[in-house]
């Protein structure tokens, strides 16, 4: 059974958030912190800081919470958002201890800056239709998406939810115009959420977690556009070996329990 939430609290990175052209607000990333409140013992860290994709905020959450309790003294703070904004965050020089992404393609610039050495894939997440409750515009499938009368919401196509949704509709030969192109999945969804917009392309792991405010609609073109998470423990994390224990716990038999509780597919 999940552990009980605990309180979170804001954190304030000293690098200043990427805008992405075209995604949005351009508001700053989510944060969130597991706290624990005894000190760390015996010299270990006493703080872990993970940079992770928007979409696996619940999963997260949870293993930071189980990391919390099996590491007294320790706490994990996170910061969720769009994958692309957090790995030009870490190559700035963000403080970070692991890395998720969403996709190869973004892990790939952290990578790229010798910040992080052999990712590992650990899950994989693909899209579906989210459309209010209801469905008011009585969307059925991916061409639909085409009417103009059909007001669509999807990722900007720099992050990672975007550039599938791009191969899905290029997949289909579906050609949309988006009222909206969103910083990352999590603002994509509320838009559906709150009714601004008639559909939107996000993973079928945040229709789940919306909690039945949004209703799903799978497609087949989706199969063609399937992202592949990659997670690393960042190279120098001042968290030292605790960086990586934390992706050992992702990685772990208990972890794989938690993301595929919360949709997403073995790798």
């Known amino acids: 059974m999940p552990l009980r939430r605990l309180a979170r609290r ?10 992405l052209t075209g995604c949005g607000s351009g508001e700053p990333a989510a944060t969130s912190t597991a706290s624990g409140s005894a000190p760390a013992a015996g010299g ?25 309790a099996a590491h007294p003294g320790v706490k994990v703070t996170f910061n969720f958002g769009s994958s692309a904004t957090l790995a030009q965050q870490i190559a700035q020089g963000a403080p970070a201890d692991v890395f998720a992404a969403a996709s190869p393609a973004t ?15 650990f899950v994989r997440n693909r899209l579906r239709i989210a459309v209010p409750a ?11 998406l085409a ?14 939810c975007g550039a ?12 949309v115009t988006p009222v909206t ?5 999590k603002a994509t969804l509320t838009k559906v959420a709150l009714g601004e917009v008639d559909a939107a392309l996000v993973y079928a792991t945040d229709v789940q977690a919306s909690g039945g405010k949004v209703e799903g609609i799978d497609f087949p073109e989706a199969e063609q556009a399937v992202n592949d998470y990659p997670i690393a423990a960042l190279t120098g994390a ?24 919360a949709g997403f597919q073995a790798p």
Not at 147 to 160: F, G, I, N, S, Y
Not at 164 to 175: E, M, N, P, Q, R
Not at 181 to 185: A, G, I, M, S
């Open 181 to 185: 192109l969103e910083r990352d999945v």
């Open 44 to 68: 270990a860290a006493a703080e872990v800081t993970v940079f992770a994709a928007a979409s696996l905020t619940g999963a997260f959450t949870e293993l930071g919470e189980a990391f919390e």
């Open 147 to 160: 009417d103009a009368r059909v007001k669509v919401a999807l990722c900007a196509v720099q992050v990672p």
């Open 134 to 144: 209801g469905n008011p515009a009585g969307v059925d499938e991916l061409k639909d």
């Open 238 to 261: 001042p968290a030292g070996p605790a960086a990586q224990r934390f992706v050992d716990l992702v990685l772990s038999p208990q972890g794989r329990d938690v993301l595929t509780e």
């Open 10 to 19: 804001a954190i304030a990175l000293p690098v200043a958030l990427a805008v």
């Open 107 to 121: 892990m790939k610039t952290v990578t790229d800056a010798s910040l992080a050495a052999s990712p590992t894939v």
């Open 164 to 175: 599938a949704a791009v191969k899905a509709l290029d997949a289909a030969g579906v050609k």
